[in-house]
């Protein structure tokens, strides 16, 4: 359960929210490696968001706590689906997202017409603590009225522990994504009023990533069969699993 309250004057926003999870996280029971719900966790309540936003002529600038997800990696076209890697790529290690939010700081700047760099930093110790960080940019591009393509590179400074070697770490972890999402209002299948396509591309180092490529592509029909309000998808997510990784024995049923 969450709540918010945003109030906006002229150029300036604050935005605060609160969220309640009640039950047990599925995904550490079942042994799921790419986490089965994005909204699954063990409970908690806490304040999820609370920021500050200026929105310039052609630019914006954010700084609070923030989830990274409703900012950086967003497949807009996937968010009706519930599976935690079509939220976000599950080879972003680290991002703080869901149930982990953080203080960042965001910048936002229209290249052009069709084209926007947004960039931001977040504490990565913990959610308050700058000490380590989490890098991120994005390059989002407009390339007709209904379709964007985001390219996004990050980076986080925390140390990992190497897949072939857990007693040896690595300074810090990277990766990139791409997202490519096209709505097309003249293609009715199942009577429906438009058709939503997105895919999904990412890697992170194999060296110390479990994830070292990840897939995802799906289709949402708004509206099918004449019924409004109503949406159908159908998503896929395919990862290639670092030849590193050391197998798991199987979860045993009790």
């Given at each position: 359960m969450d709540g918010g309250f945003n109030y906006k004057i002229e150029k300036h926003s604050f935005f605060v929210s609160?969220?309640?999870?009640r039950g047990d996280n599925g995904s550490t029971k079942v042994g799921d490696i790419?986490?089965?719900?994005?909204?699954?966790?063990?409970n908690f309540s806490q304040l999820n968001e609370a920021f500050y936003q200026y929105q310039g002529q052609g630019w914006f600038s954010r700084v609070g706590k923030t989830?990274?997800?409703s900012e950086f990696a967003v497949a807009d076209?996937?968010?009706?689906?519930?599976?935690?890697?079509?939220?976000?790529?599950?080879?972003?290690?680290?991002?703080?997202?869901?149930?982990?939010?953080?203080?960042?700081?965001?910048?936002?700047?229209?290249?052009?017409?069709?084209?926007k760099l947004v960039s931001g930093i977040f504490a990565a110790q913990d959610s308050d603590n700058?000490?380590?960080?989490?890098?991120?940019?994005?390059?989002?591009?407009?390339?007709?009225q209904q379709g964007k393509i985001k390219l996004g590179l990050w980076h986080d400074t925390n140390q990992r522990s190497l897949l072939s070697d857990k007693n040896n770490v690595k300074d810090g972890s990277s990766?990139?994504?791409?997202?490519?999402?096209?709505?097309?209002?003249?293609?009715?299948?199942?009577?429906?009023?438009?058709?939503?396509?997105?895919?999904?591309?990412?890697?992170?180092d194999q060296k110390t990533s479990e994830i070292e490529w990840h897939f995802g592509a799906g289709i949402e029909l708004a509206n099918p069969f004449e019924q409004q309000n109503h949406n159908l998808g159908l998503g896929l997510s395919y990862v290639k699993l670092s030849?590193?990784?050391?197998?798991?024995?199987a979860v045993k049923q009790q």
């Open positions: 609160y969220q309640v999870q790419q986490g089965y719900s994005n909204i699954d966790e063990d989830d990274a997800n076209n996937a968010l009706g689906f519930i599976n935690s890697s079509m939220g976000v790529s599950p080879t972003l290690v680290g991002l703080p997202t869901y149930p982990h939010p953080a203080l960042s700081a965001i910048v936002g700047l229209d290249v052009n017409a069709k084209s700058f000490a380590q960080q989490f890098y991120i940019t994005e390059l989002r591009y407009q390339f007709n990766g990139y994504y791409l997202v490519l999402q096209q709505n097309l209002k003249s293609l009715n299948w199942l009577n429906s009023t438009s058709t939503h396509l997105y895919s999904q591309f990412a890697y992170a030849p590193l990784l050391a197998p798991k024995p």
